[in-house]
């Protein structure tokens, strides 16, 4: 299994996200391989919400431990308030960052600063890096900051891939008629599966999965907000609650996310 999508944090605290100074590379780094091999987790995708964190010598032994392992590889939310976060991101380039991610509600990505993520995006895009934006639909800010928009203007700019994790949230209808129109676009399942198992939204996504084709479709677990086994748990009881083949199980829990990772270097 590869889950394209995990934080660097030992406990579900969202502040601890933007703030990374005080964590313990080693015991993470301990706490991640064992929850991974527990698992039977080949690799995740580790997201970086503190730019700060790529000069961290803790962090930077840590990183390159776990990418010539091949058990990780990370993605970097740039501060869109540094005074040059296009220098920002060339740095996380060069640090072996794999890909850049946006969260609108939680950086207030408001409509003036979409031309801003356009051109990291572009510039993410120049440099070899993939593009991923969390579509998450909620918070207090939920009609404030608009994600699945964000994504059209991202999707209109870039040919690089771009993942919309949390596929969308209650919005996954949206997000498909999205990804129908890029072929570039995958959908990641983290925290939006186990939020909505039960509900009509998750019947519009086994539905969204069947349209769009499970090649499209990456599995997160957003640990450790969804624990890891659990996360793991609720997706195979959705599939085989949807009558997934195994073709689409294997494609969905690692499949995609391997060939799109080693398509696009």
């Known amino acids: 299994m590869f889950d394209a999508f995990r934080h660097p944090v030992l ?12 964590v313990d590379w080693s015991a993470w780094c301990d706490q ?43 993605t970097l939310q740039p501060d869109l308030n540094a005074a040059d976060p296009h220098q920002q991101l060339r740095e996380a380039k060069d640090a072996g960052i794999r890909g850049i991610t946006f969260h609108s509600y939680l950086q207030h990505i408001s409509d003036d600063r979409f031309p801003l993520v356009v051109e990291l995006s572009q510039l993410a895009e120049e440099l070899g890096m993939f593009v991923g934006l969390c579509t998450a639909y909620g918070s207090r800010q939920i009609y404030r900051y608009d994600n699945l928009r964000l994504t059209v203007e991202v999707l209109n700019a870039v040919k690089c891939p771009v993942v919309m994790y949390h596929a969308g949230g209650a919005k996954v209808l949206d997000a498909m008629l999205i990804a129908e129109m890029w072929d570039n676009a995958y959908l990641e399942t983290s925290f939006s599966l186990s939020y909505w198992l039960g509900s009509s939204i998750e019947t519009d996504l086994a539905f969204v999965i069947r349209k769009l084709g499970s090649e499209r479709i990456l599995f997160g677990s957003d640990a450790p907000f969804i624990p890891l086994d659990q996360s793991i748990e609720d997706h195979q009881q959705f599939l085989r609650r949807h009558d997934f083949n195994q073709t689409d199980s294997d494609n969905i829990m690692g499949r995609s996310c391997r060939r799109l990772l080693s398509e696009y270097q």
């Open 32 to 74: 991640f391989l064992s929850e991974s091999d527990r698992a039977a987790v080949a690799s995740s995708g580790i997201c970086l919400m503190d730019p700060a964190v790529i000069a961290n010598a803790g962090f930077q032994s840590t990183a390159s431990k776990l990418r010539q392992s091949n058990r990780a590889w990370f």
């Open 11 to 22: 406990r579900p605290d969202e502040a601890s996200l933007f703030d990374l100074s005080d």
